[in-house]
């Protein structure tokens, strides 16, 4: 069993700041990518940021210059923070790992369960 536990989500006014964080538990041999990815209500899951086990980052667009992606191998965890929030950063926020487990030598996707964000004044 893998398990991947978002915290951090909320209410957040414009302007303001928010950081999430994603910790994976299990059977876990090696965690190759880690990233999130957010869902907006009446729109398609997009990615926000992702991260390699080396610590390259690819930021989307969308929120390039407000956000940072980081993790800490050694805890299995990846984190995000975003600042300067617009209310179009309002949605669900999920955490995606792509990783090997003690079963499974082959690479697979692993979804949290995700975090609510909501920027409103």
């Known amino acids: 069993q893998v398990q991947l536990v978002e915290s951090g989500g909320g209410l957040v006014q414009p302007g303001g700041s928010l950081g999430l964080s994603c910790a994976a538990s299990?059977?876990?041999?090696?965690?190759?990518?880690m990233g999130w990815y957010r869902q907006a209500p009446g729109k398609q899951r997009e990615l926000v940021a992702t991260?390699?086990?080396?610590?390259?980052?690819n930021i989307a667009d969308s929120v390039k210059g407000r956000c940072t992606i980081s993790r800490e191998n050694a805890k299995n965890t990846v984190y995000l923070r975003m600042n300067s929030l617009k209310v179009d950063d309002t949605a669900v926020y999920y955490c995606?790992?792509?990783?090997?487990?003690?079963?499974?030598?082959?690479?697979?996707?692993?979804w949290g369960q995700g975090t609510q964000v909501t920027v409103s004044s």
């Open positions: 995606k790992a792509v990783l090997r487990t003690t079963w499974n030598w082959a690479p697979s996707e692993y």
């Open positions: 299990g059977s876990i041999l090696s965690i190759d990518t």
């Open positions: 991260i390699t086990s080396g610590g390259t980052g």
